[in-house]
């Protein structure tokens, strides 16, 4: 253990602001992909702490044992970073969906999530999970199309127990921050949630997140609950969503964040693919 | 399985320092309690708050996430945020979570106190 650690930022204001709103059941597209890629989770066992095997073991550098089918690995190397080290503003963004009428539980919810995680994403995009599923430590590849454009990046699962699961972006990736996907019971209910709290890790996300990015991943995260709600049959319910700003303060000195920027990587090593490939 | 108990109490300790005592279990359950006892804490424009956290059995994801949510506040503020009492598993946490970056992590509370001491005297 080591004492103190002494940080050493800089100063955040902020004005939170909400901005709460619902909005009526959609189609659901969902593609089923299950790709089995990674390496043997890391799990931390400190004793005498009754959570510590739900969470990930402290790692310098992610890894991921392979890059499935040719991806660009944006992953490998690259540290974990938590919403205090992007660059934009803060968000904290809440998802939730009533699962009316299912007599689920939590922990049903969350393990049928955790299992069939990729298959709730919204089309077009590709979560690769890792041999022994979303378990702490694990460290999973994906591939999204912001703007239409790939984007190789990953996550890191830095918590995991019976009824939610965090995950934590590496460096490189949209946003730095977690999204914990949770549910519980309340008025007899039981409510299905995604939570993101990030701020955009360097300029040039910061700048696609305001052009469209923040609407993108708003309807990303609904069409993924609404995926959630169809497969316990819960199809009317509409998805709630409460998006604040915990600190509207750009963060410059994490701007050079942009030298790890995945939509940049795979872009311009995208193509090199190929011939790796051949 | 998270559960509802948690309580946060605020002391004033040295000048312009507000100690908040966390017990039992920051999960989302805490959040109520939590942003109350930081709320009470600020009103006595402190220009430190320090967390401890040695009566605090668990904590969750989403116990993490409220002390991400309070440290915003605090910088916002211009107020320092300072932890004790971390278990050793809960200090490799924050290290994971990188909120050690941004929290002065002190074993115990007399420490923590007396390096707060020691800064404002510089």
Known sequence: MSYPVDPNATPMPAAATSAPQT?????????????????????????????AAYWAKQSAH?????????????????????????FGKMWQKTYRLRLVGCSATPAEVIAAWKENFPKFWPRGNRFYVPLTGIAPGEVAMLTVRPGGMPLSTGVLVLYADDESFTLMTPQGHMFAGWITFSAYRKDDVTIA???????????IYEVGLRLGGHHAEDKFWKQTLRAVGA????????????????????????????????????????????FRKA | MPTRTFEAHVRQHLPRVAVIDLQGEINS???????????EAEQHNPQAILLNFSQVEYINSTGIALIVTLLAKARKSHIRLLTCGLSEHYVEIFNITRLADFMSVYPDESTALAARAQEAEA
């Open chain 1, 23 to 51: 909005e009526t059941a959609e189609t659901v597209e969902t593609v089923e992909i299950i790709e089995t890629v990674g390496a043997a989770p890391q799990v931390s066992a400190t004793p005498g702490s009754r959570d």
């Open chain 1, 62 to 86: 992610l890894k991921v044992s392979a890059a499935p089918g040719n991806q660009v690995n944006n992953v490998d190397g690259r540290s974990a970073v938590g919403p205090l080290q992007g």
């Open chain 1, 193 to 203: 949630q995604a939570q993101v709290l990030m701020r955009a890790n360097d300029p």
């Open chain 1, 231 to 274: 497969h316990f049959n819960v199809t009317d319910e509409p998805v709630e969503s409460e998006n604040l700003c915990v600190d509207p303060r750009l963060r410059w000195s994490y701007a050079g964040n942009i030298v790890h920027n995945a939509a940049i990587r795979t872009t311009l090593l995208g193509p090199t693919r190929w």
């Open chain 2, 29 to 39: 359950f805490a959040e109520a309690s939590l942003s109350a006892a930081y709320a």
